[in-house]
């Protein structure tokens, strides 16, 4: 398996179709902010731990707002919670977080759905925003070749800067790609399918001859029926940015506020007066966001049974 950096070849004919996958939410129930949490979890300086869940949790309003605006501009600026990670540490944490948590979240029918892509003859290809830390292992035991993923920069002290090394992988950039890709490939994108679960991903979506709609959001579901798209239905994840960080949190702050409670029964009154503060605020916060995913959940439920 290998990334792959397409380059136009002149003069060459289409000779065979592709399938691009997205990956959270389409592949999977998971989200770049799930994976995030994963690694600040498992952060080894407990303050750093604490630092990285609350405030993550402090920008969700942020991050929904921004989602919701640009995409692209949304990765830029949520990668920047990776700043002073490790390389290596991401690498090895990216074959855990998939062993551990990924795996279990892949849908029920996706590798059936990859089977007869396979057995259609198309060349495929994981085309997604997430890290490549993270979609590499999954496009590993998925038996997906070709993956295109984002990338963080490190210094020279192998450390993240939290800044995205381009191209940056979302909405426009991908249909970009593609078209390129086709280029290089030989690939007939009239003869190609292209698989996505969010709105922001149209231009992907419109580059090929067959787009399909997987678990749509509501911007994609739209468009879908409007255009006779199919759209296939393999769960019914929650599908707002809220109450995917409240799932995502709920577990890890936990954890956090638990050992943020072991480690004040170590340290002097006034340390632990403080600590108990911040495990406090940190439990509030994520009432707050669990309450909001339900909130969230139950109005999507409403709007789906009504249409």
């Not at 065979?16 to 997205?22: G, I, K, L, S």
């Not at 630092?51 to 949790?57: G, I, K």
């Not at 002097?268 to 007066?273: C, G, H, M």
Request: aromatic residues 6%.
């Amino acid at each position: 398996m290998a990334d792959h950096d397409p380059k136009h070849a002149a003069g060459a004919s289409p000779t065979r179709a592709a399938a691009f996958y997205d990956l959270d939410g389409t592949l999977l129930n998971g989200t770049v902010v799930d994976h995030y949490l994963y690694y600040a979890r498992n952060d080894p300086h407990l303050p750093a731990r604490v630092r990285r869940v609350a405030t993550t949790l402090a920008m969700a309003p942020y991050y929904v707002w921004l989602d919701r605006l640009d995409r692209r501009q949304f990765n830029q600026e949520f990668y920047r919670s990776y700043e002073g990670l490790s390389e290596d540490r991401l690498a090895m944490l990216g074959e855990s977080l998939f062993e551990k948590v990924l795996q279990k979240k892949l849908y029920d029918g996706v590798q059936e759905l990859l089977e007869a892509d396979r057995g259609a003859g198309r060349l495929q290809v994981l085309l997604t925003g997430a890290l490549d830390f993270v979609a590499r292992p999954v496009a590993r035991y998925l038996g997906i070749e070709t993956v295109i993923a984002s990338r963080l920069e490190f210094g020279k002290n192998g450390l993240c800067t939290g800044v995205l090394r381009p191209p940056v992988m979302a909405g426009p950039e991908k249909a970009t790609w593609i078209r390129e890709f086709a280029a290089e490939r030989r690939i007939d994108l009239g003869r190609s399918v292209a698989y996505a679960d969010d709105a922001a991903d149209l231009p992907m979506l419109s580059m090929v001859g067959r787009p399909v709609a997987v678990n749509p959001d509501r911007g994609l579901l739209a468009t879908a029926r409007s255009h006779g798209w199919p759209v296939l239905h393999i769960d019914a994840p929650a599908r707002t940015l809220q109450g995917k960080l409240a799932r995502g949190a709920l577990g890890i702050g936990a954890s956090v506020a638990r050992a943020l409670r072991d480690e004040a029964e170590l340290r002097a009154p006034e340390v632990r007066e403080r600590l108990g503060k911040v495990a406090g605020r940190v439990k509030d916060a994520l009432e707050r966001a669990a309450g909001e995913a339900r909130a969230a959940a139950a109005a999507r439920a409403g709007e789906e049974r009504s249409s």
